[in-house]
């Protein structure tokens, strides 16, 4: 299948820089999942990674009462929104953003007590991520995420053409558990996102901005082609959604390790027994 060209990119971050999210979820999730990890200290030191343009960001600021949160987004114009917003809620006390890469964030090893990525860690493989977030992580911190997951077999080929281009590694969620815990994890909990996590702030806001910029781009027959492309999503979801979910995980870097050679493979960068590197997935 053909990548997208330069300008899919231009139309796409034209529709998704402007919603409230970037991917499913909401603030009741985000609490339900907040709920899960225990045990923290009362001014925690959070880091968002693949913030996007921080609807999440801001949200666990408003759920945490104190403590500081750094995110962490490579796409620069996302950054300077999430800055803009901070700054308006007066929150540059507490929350910092950085243009960078997930994949080597340029942070402390064991500098955070929970780490949030929200619909992000696929974007540098599950195991990868995990690996990252586990060296990052003090003892005894948690890991928030949501990752994409298989609910039924034989997707229609248009639900399968969608998740291979974007996500060609997606598994089911006995594999997600199972490389959490291969990661040197516990599974603390997790729970399926409900629908309307992914209709409030994001399929709805996003079928209104394609029809705003139906109206921009009427003369134009590739742009109006990508809107197209870009609003068959939400109409797949409306079709298809009992094939797929998002699924919430929290996990918990245990405070004493009880798989040394696991934890030795990923401090050297190894693969452990039983655990494969994200490339050779």
Request: aromatic fraction near 8%; charge should be negative; glycine fraction near 8%.
């Given at each position: 299948?053909?990548?997208?060209?330069?300008?899919?990119?231009?139309?796409?971050?034209?529709?998704?820089?402007?919603?409230?999210?970037?991917?499913?979820?909401?603030?009741?999730?985000?609490?339900?999942?907040?709920?899960?990890?225990?045990?923290?200290?009362?001014?925690?030191?959070?880091?968002?990674?693949?913030?996007?343009?921080?609807?999440?960001?801001?949200?666990?600021?408003?759920?945490?009462a104190s403590g500081s949160i750094v995110a962490i987004d490579s796409h620069a114009p996302s950054i300077e929104r999430l800055q803009a917003a901070i700054s308006e809620?007066?929150?540059?006390?507490?929350?910092?953003?950085?243009?960078?890469?997930?994949?080597?964030?340029?942070?402390?090893?064991?500098?955070?007590?929970?780490?949030?990525?929200?619909?992000?860690?696929?974007?540098?493989?599950?195991?990868?991520?995990l690996r990252v977030c586990h060296e990052l992580l003090r003892p005894g911190g948690c890991l928030a995420f949501t990752d994409a997951v298989w609910r039924k077999e034989?997707?229609?080929?248009?639900?399968?053409?969608?998740?291979?281009?974007?996500?060609?590694?997606?598994?089911?969620?006995?594999?997600?558990?199972?490389?959490?815990?291969?990661?040197?994890?516990?599974?603390?909990?997790?729970?399926?996102?409900?629908?309307?996590?992914?209709?409030?702030?994001?399929?709805?806001?996003?079928?209104?901005?394609?029809?705003?910029?139906?109206?921009?781009?009427?003369?134009?027959?590739?742009?109006?082609?990508?809107?197209?492309?870009?609003?068959?999503?939400?109409?797949?979801?409306?079709?298809?959604?009992?094939?797929?979910?998002?699924?919430?995980?929290?996990?918990?870097?245990?405070?004493?390790?009880?798989?040394?050679?696991?934890?030795?493979?990923?401090?050297?960068?190894?693969?452990?027994?039983?655990?494969?590197?994200?490339?050779?997935?």
């Amino acid at each position: 299948m053909n990548q997208p060209g330069p300008r899919f990119w231009e139309i796409f971050f034209e529709v998704y820089e402007s919603l409230p999210r970037q991917g499913p979820g909401n603030r009741a999730c985000a609490a339900r999942a907040l709920a899960l990890c225990r045990d923290l200290p009362q001014s925690p030191a959070i880091l968002d990674l693949g913030c996007g343009v921080g609807g999440q960001t801001l949200q666990l600021a408003e759920l945490v009462a104190s403590g500081s949160i750094v995110a962490i987004d490579s796409h620069a114009p996302s950054i300077e929104r999430l800055q803009a917003a901070i700054s308006e809620r007066g929150l540059v006390q507490r929350v910092s953003t950085i243009v960078g890469d997930m994949a080597c964030p340029q942070q402390p090893r064991g500098s955070f007590d929970l780490i949030w990525s929200e619909g992000a860690l696929y974007n540098i493989g599950l195991r990868n991520a995990l690996r990252v977030c586990h060296e990052l992580l003090r003892p005894g911190g948690c890991l928030a995420f949501t990752d994409a997951v298989w609910r039924k077999e034989d997707p229609p080929p248009a639900v399968k053409a969608s998740f291979d281009l974007d996500y060609p590694t997606m598994g089911w969620l006995d594999d997600d558990v199972a490389a959490i815990e291969g990661c040197g994890f516990d599974l603390v909990g997790h729970f399926t996102l409900p629908d309307e996590a992914w209709w409030d702030d994001f399929y709805t806001p996003m079928e209104t901005r394609i029809a705003e910029l139906r109206g921009k781009y009427s003369g134009d027959v590739e742009a109006s082609a990508i809107l197209d492309q870009l609003a068959e999503e939400p109409r797949m979801h409306r079709r298809h959604s009992d094939f797929y979910a998002y699924e919430y995980f929290v996990a918990r870097r245990p405070l004493a390790q009880t798989r040394p050679e696991t934890i030795d493979a990923l401090e050297q960068g190894t693969p452990a027994d039983g655990l494969t590197p994200a490339a050779e997935r």
